[in-house]
């Protein structure tokens, strides 16, 4: 059974986005300046038929059971559950994996495509560190030069995160510009991109991005959902009633979501953050609260003024602190297959405490957007009901950010 | 026959090679724009493409990144732009002005809405760098029935078949960008550009103006010589910052290099 959730690849039968040129619906495309137009359709051509490619996928299966540790468990979280009064809640345990978050299923898929396509030299932007984290290391362990583009104020909150990256050999570069946050790192590696097309692999960490990123990072972290579809049966002798998932750029959300896609009876909530709440303004939930247009290769939801400018966005975890999101949410969001939700800060925080209190699991500050807001949704449904939650990252990274906001002196 | 035609068509009658300004529009302040406009037609200018500051230009090296940052202090917008436009051809009815941009404004504005008031105001053609033939499909009908001219980016890496096909759809000129990387980088090699020239001038009769990397009075006169003309962007941008306040000073300074780059490219 282990081997077949992984190696399991073909995909969902009767939806099919996006389209050949990267459309879910009026959303996704490739929105990028010329130079990039030859590697992205080599990197298209490459990836479609090596996701075909018997070798290449079993190499990848190896990877994700030896290197990652995959399968990852499905945990019941029975005191959480009896607490909150309602329906039973289930953890899908992506903060097992090795380097602490799903990232590493996507870095490792993509690192391996980049070896195969021979690149030397491995980009990559991220906001939590968690992505540049699993970046650098399937970078080491290919031997494989690494950049990392983190934005300045990221590099400051996420200081465990940047050493890691460093151990591991990768070249840290603070982005100043902007925000200094998530989305003006992924604007530094496309120049970087840009600059050096010849003999690097852009690892982008999210759904986001120019075609084909949203649907191979999909496809790579759609293991999630593939096993947690055997292992619910396993343990309830049937689908959960709900997943939840946080949403940044969205790739633990579409991992868990796409396998369910045609599976009307399961529902599927994406869980943004609401920071200091949606009417401050100061968020970071385009679904909720932006409108559609084009950043970064693709077009999707984005917060931006009534001039088409990207604004600043806020949340207190910094995996979150995007104003994009991936296409394929924009199109689940319209078509009504998926709702979208926000968490503020607060409540994030408390649904940290609650799992690292009554379970004695610490969650990521990301992940804790999707406890929360289970927690709130337990308490409105039968105890017969199941809802999934992907607890997408572990919390070590972020025990600086919950000091300083605590008062607690370390 | 659009106003950004008939000037390089008359340029080549004259056998001379076109002149390019790029500066961001509202960089160091609204108030900069229009007279320096004017003031770069007086230098020699032949075609003026005016910057759309965005929130987040990916194709931009810093030099053009903080113009942006500095226009967006003071509210520039593509609304804005267009109105600058405006105050322009009260003066000037002859020189084409081509905003050059990513395409967020654009859409944020609406297609057509964008479309009606450009070419009200007397804007000639629109460059938009992120956005490709293949996602243009919508705006290139509007742009057409207004008589403006969509110009698209050729890169040292385009294939055949897409240069064949900018040929097709872009209209006025084709902006080569003479190599791999973002504006104000400087590792051109001139080699490569004219090989690369020979191969496109196969493919299209549109005249090409060559930019990226071209920096001063030399490179513009040996750039120039390899197609129809060149952009010059981070160099007089590059000034505008150096002056800071004193926008006298950047006024004389990007009037300087453009007089003197209209002279090497005469000689
Ligand atoms: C643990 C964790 N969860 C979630 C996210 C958000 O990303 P995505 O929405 O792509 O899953 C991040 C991003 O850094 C993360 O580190």
């Known amino acids: ?410 | 026959m659009s106003r950004i035609t008939k000037t390089l068509e008359n340029l080549k009658q004259a056998g001379r090679k076109a002149l390019i300004p790029f500066i961001t529009a509202g960089d160091p302040s609204p108030a900069f724009t229009v007279p320096a406009m004017h003031e770069m037609v007086k230098a020699g200018a032949d075609i003026i493409e005016l910057g759309v500051p965005f929130s987040d230009p990916m194709a931009d090296g810093p030099v053009i990144q903080r113009a942006s940052e500095r226009a967006l202090a003071h509210k520039m917008s593509l609304r804005k732009v267009l109105e600058l436009v405006r105050e322009f051809r009260l003066q000037d009815d002859a020189t084409p002005v081509v905003l050059m941009g990513y395409l967020n404004p654009v859409e944020s504005l609406g297609y057509q809405n964008f479309v009606d008031k450009a070419k009200e105001v007397g804007v000639d053609g629109i460059l938009t760098v992120d956005m490709p033939p293949e996602e243009s499909s919508e705006l290139l009908p509007m742009l057409d029935k207004a008589g403006i001219d969509p110009i698209f980016l050729l890169a040292p890496n385009s294939t055949e078949e897409r240069i064949a096909k900018m040929g097709q759809l872009g209209r006025g000129y084709l902006y080569y960008v003479s190599l791999k990387g973002v504006t104000g980088a400087s590792h051109l090699n001139l080699g490569d550009v004219e090989r690369k020239i020979k191969e496109i001038r196969k493919l299209t009769s549109l005249p090409i103006e060559i930019g990226f990397g071209v920096k001063n009075a030399e490179t513009a006169a040996a750039v120039s010589k390899l197609g129809d003309g060149v952009v010059v962007g981070s160099a007089l941008v590059g000034k505008i910052e150096s002056a800071g306040e004193d926008t006298s000073l950047a006024l004389r300074d990007i009037t300087d290099l453009l007089s003197s780059m209209r002279k090497s490219l005469n000689a």
């Open chain 1, 1 to 410: 059974m282990r081997s077949k959730a992984l190696t399991n690849l073909e995909l969902t039968e009767s939806y099919n986005l996006p389209d050949q040129r990267g459309h879910f619906g009026p959303y996704g495309g490739v929105f990028v300046a010329e130079t990039l137009m030859l590697p992205i359709s080599e990197l298209t051509e490459a990836y479609y038929r090596y996701m075909k490619d018997k070798e290449f996928l079993a190499e990848l299966d190896y990877d994700l059971q030896h290197y990652v540790g995959r399968p990852s468990p499905i945990y019941h979280a029975e005191r959480l559950s009896r607490e909150m009064g309602g329906a039973q809640i289930f953890l899908k345990r992506e903060d097992l994996n090795h380097t602490g978050a799903h990232k590493v299923n996507n870095t490792v898929g993509q690192a391996l495509l980049a070896k195969r396509m021979g690149k030397t030299r491995i980009i990559a932007e991220t906001g939590a560190g968690q992505h540049g984290v699993a970046t650098a290391t399937v970078a080491a362990r290919l031997g494989l030069e690494c950049v990392v583009y983190m934005g300045s104020v990221d590099v400051a909150r996420q200081a465990p995160n940047v050493l890691r990256m460093k151990l591991l050999g990768a070249k840290v570069v603070p982005v100043e510009s902007g925000s200094k946050t998530l989305k003006d790192a992924l604007n530094e590696a496309m120049r970087d991109w840009v600059t050096n097309v010849d003999n690097t692999f852009y690892i982008i960490g999210t759904v986001a991005g120019p075609h084909p990123y949203p649907a191979m990072v999909r496809d790579f972290q759609a293991v999630i959902g593939r096993e947690s579809k055997e292992q619910m049966l396993e343990m309830t002798g049937h689908n959960p009633d709900v997943l939840v998932a946080c949403v940044g750029g969205g790739s633990n959300a579409i991992g868990l979501f796409y396998p369910f896609i045609d599976d009307h009876e399961v529902a599927m909530h994406g869980v943004e953050a609401a920071g200091d709440g949606i009417a401050t303004g100061r968020h970071s939930a385009p679904l909720s609260a932006g409108r559609p247009g084009v950043l970064h290769g693709n077009r999707t939801y984005l917060m931006e003024d009534e001039d088409g400018e990207i604004i600043e966005t806020h949340s207190i975890s910094a995996g979150l602190d995007y104003p994009g999101v991936g296409p394929e949410h924009a199109w689940l969001k319209d078509s009504g297959r998926a709702h979208y939700v926000s968490i503020t800060d607060d409540e994030a925080m408390q649904g940290f405490h609650a799992l690292t209190r009554l379970e004695g699991i610490i969650p990521a500050l990301e992940s804790s957007h999707a406890i929360a807001y289970a927690m709130k949704l337990a308490t409105t449904l039968a105890k017969d009901k199941t809802i999934l939650v992907n607890l997408s990252g572990r919390g070590d990274k972020d025990i600086n950010t919950i000091a300083a906001r605590e008062g607690i002196s370390l």
